[in-house]
Structures are given as C-alpha cells and as structure tokens.
C-alpha cells in the first residue's frame, strides 16, 4: 500500500524553530505537498518539492530528499497563529497524480 | 467572496433522510474534488471531476451520489447514511485535474456532518 508517516502532535514555543517531518511510501513519486489547517478552518496550500532540496518561503521552508522518500516542514520564528495542523501529501503516478495525505501533524506553540 | 464556498457548514441528518452539500468555486479552475476528512486520519478523496467529467470515483459506497453540473458548481447527495458516514466533507478545485501537477489545491472549509 502507499502510506505517509507524519508525528501526531509536536509542541513548540513562541519564537522558536520547529520541523515536522513526513516520510513516504508510495509507488512512485511526482512531488510532496504541505498544507496548513487550523481548526473549523480550510486546508490552505503552503508548499511543493518535486526536486531535492530547501523551498523557502518567509518564515516556512520545505525540504525534500526523494532517495529517502523523507521531506519536512520547517516553521521559524514561531508565532501563536501558527498553531494548526500541518499535513504532508504526496502525488504519483499510480495515484492518477492525485494526493495521497498524511494524518496531520497538530503543531502546539506554547508562549 | 472567498474562492471556494461550501453550504451547509453544518448538518444533522438521520439514516433515512436525503440531503444535499453544496460546493461553488469563484476561481476559474476547472477540476473539483470531494474529499472525507475523520479526526486523526488522512484526507480520503472521493471523487474528481476534470471539465464536468468523473474522472475519480474511489470505491464510495452509492449512497453518496456526487453531481457537477457546470465547472463552477459540485454537490453530493447523500441518502441513507450509516453513523460512520459522520465527518468533515470538504470540497477543493484546481486548475487541472490533478491537483498534483503542482500540488496545490484550494479547499472550501467544509460541511460538518452528523448522521444520527
């Protein structure tokens, strides 16, 4: 089967640097996903890594290394808004390209 | 107008009654998606429609029926429904079918759904 490991819960404090982490098994790989949902709220988009290597983006950057089917999501400069969950999703061909999502990281910031 | 909206945000419905969820993008894409979202667990993609056609239909028991009469409008009717039917149902579009090519994809903030 095709399955995305993510932590259940990390916790972090205001200020600080946190990184989720996401690792995949999948049959094939096209690109790797990253998506913020707060609660009552909509999964926005926030990354993609198709190739290897750091996307930054603000205070968000996103790592990929397809040879260890492994990425993460790193969060700097912690602020309380950004308690949410986070979730990983990976696209493949044998997945017709559509998504296949991890369960969700609940990220916890703590002043 | 937020890109994608979707009515009602919340639903209480028993085994035996029919109703309906509704789903409007505002942002000129043409694919949308219906996805199940239950606590602790990953998303699970229901159907996709690419230009008003199915294109995905992944094993979804035929009490939920998915409809999509223009590019800009999707339902799901739903009828007799089991307790375990109870979650988050969330509609997304994209420019593409699948939303993978880019990874992106705009969700509404979905129908809460209680089935009694």
């Known amino acids: 089967g095709q399955s995305l490991e993510q932590p259940s819960e990390v916790t972090a404090v205001e200020g600080a640097i946190v990184q989720i982490n996401c690792t995949y098994q999948t049959s094939g790989f096209y690109g790797l996903s990253w998506y913020q949902q707060h609660d009552g709220g909509a999964p926005t988009f926030l990354s993609y890594?198709?190739l290897d290597g750091l996307e930054e983006t603000g205070r968000f950057s996103s790592f990929l290394s397809r040879s260890d089917s492994y990425g993460y999501l790193l969060l700097q400069e912690l602020q309380m808004k950004d308690s949410a969950s986070y979730f990983c999703?990976?696209?493949?061909?044998?997945?017709?390209?559509?998504?296949?999502w991890g369960a969700g990281t609940k990220l916890i910031i703590k002043p | 107008e937020t890109g994608v909206t979707q009515t009602p945000r919340h639903l209480v419905m028993g085994m035996t009654n029919k109703k309906s969820l509704k789903c409007e993008q505002h942002l000129g894409h043409n694919a949308m998606y219906w996805y199940k979202q239950s606590a602790k667990k990953p998303l699970e993609l229901m159907f996709v429609y690419s230009l008003e056609e199915r294109v995905e239909n992944n094993s979804v028991p035929s009490r939920f029926s998915p409809e999509c009469p223009n590019s800009s409008h999707l339902f799901l009717h739903l009828h007799t429904l089991q307790p375990e039917d109870s979650a988050l149902y969330l509609c997304?579009?994209?420019?593409?079918?699948?939303?993978?090519?880019?990874?992106?994809?705009?969700f509404g903030e979905g129908s809460r759904l209680t089935v009694l």
């Open positions: 999703a990976v696209s493949t061909p044998d997945s017709n390209y559509q998504l296949i």
């Open positions: 997304a579009s994209s420019q593409g079918s699948s939303g993978g090519n880019t990874g992106e994809l705009f």
């Open positions: 890594n198709a």
